[in-house]
């Protein structure tokens, strides 16, 4: 592509379609109060949103600095253009832009700290953290093949709880639940994301789940993630929501279309393709699940 502006390489940098996984859980998470609760407090949804969305943002933006700093970033990628790679911006605007977007997160979290106390102080502080350790510091998990487990616990249990207990002001086992089954689908599409780069990180000792255990391995492990959600649907008529558990099969033939592409196809620049469809799973699944919990 031709060389972007400064502001749509910034725009570009942000990864706005990675941005659903964040959108979804704390969605799902608030739908699912109002089971519980009377009132919708827009304050809280909204700071939640915008302080999930901005530690979202501080991880790609930190990802694309750091990546290119290691050597998991070249000429060769087949993933999307990154902007630091690209030249587009230079490795310190790129990872001040992440630690901004930080300092942004707990601008826009300040009504949640306020209401949550303590604990939602610290849990801010462990995102920024981790928002950097994903791809930086001395055990950088993406490097160890946690990425997959921290997706699950950050993008799926602990922001669809966020939402959930700004609205009901406790922690349920069906907000858990919702929070696994979110967690699992987003931790397929950075399963699709470490199968389709697995050659490249190899090489930059990157040791991913798929670098480490192979194709085979990762191939299963999607598969697995996409269709375990999908089972675990049998549990919420047990918790008394029997149509949350039937309309999130609307998006089942989503998700076997995913898993045989997978198996289908070798790790290439096609995968950028799956992994918009593993987005557009997750945003459906929770979307159907949210509505099953309205009705």
């Known amino acids: 592509m031709n060389k972007p502006t400064k502001y749509q390489a910034w725009f570009l940098a942000a990864r706005p379609k990675t941005l659903l996984l964040i959108i979804s859980p704390i969605c799902v998470g608030t739908a699912l109060a109002l089971k519980y609760s ?174 480490r255990f192979g194709q085979t391995f990762a191939r299963l492990e999607i598969t697995v993630l996409i269709l375990v959600p999908y089972f675990l649907n049998l549990l919420w008529s047990d918790l008394g929501f029997y149509k949350a558990g039937l309309l999130p099969l609307v998006s089942l033939p989503l998700g076997f279309t995913l898993a045989r592409c997978i198996w289908y196809y070798e790790p290439s620049k096609i995968y950028n393709t799956f992994l918009g469809m593993g987005a557009l799973l997750n945003l459906l699944f929770g979307l159907f699940l949210s509505i099953g919990f309205w009705l």
């Open 38 to 211: 009377s009132t919708f407090n827009w304050l809280f949804f909204v700071s939640a949103l915008l302080s999930g969305l901005f530690i979202q943002i501080a991880i790609n933006l930190i990802n694309d600095a750091l990546d290119f700093e290691k050597g998991a970033d070249t000429i060769e990628r087949l993933g999307p253009e990154r902007a630091t790679q690209k030249g587009w911006l230079t490795f310190h605007q790129v990872l001040n832009g992440g630690y901004f977007c930080i300092f942004l997160a707990f601008l826009a979290g300040i009504p949640m700290m306020v209401y949550g106390g303590i604990y939602f102080v610290v849990l801010l502080m462990i995102a920024a953290l981790l928002a950097y350790c994903y791809t930086g510091g001395p055990i950088p998990l993406a490097y160890y093949g946690l990425g997959e487990l921290f997706v699950v616990v950050f993008f799926g249990i602990v922001g669809t709880v966020v939402g959930f207990y700004l609205q009901a002001n406790k922690i349920t086992a069906s907000a858990l639940l919702a929070g696994l089954q979110i967690g699992l689908l987003a931790a397929a599409v950075n399963a699709i994301n470490n199968l389709r780069d697995i050659n490249s990180d190899a090489k930059v000792h990157k040791n991913t789940l798929a670098v």
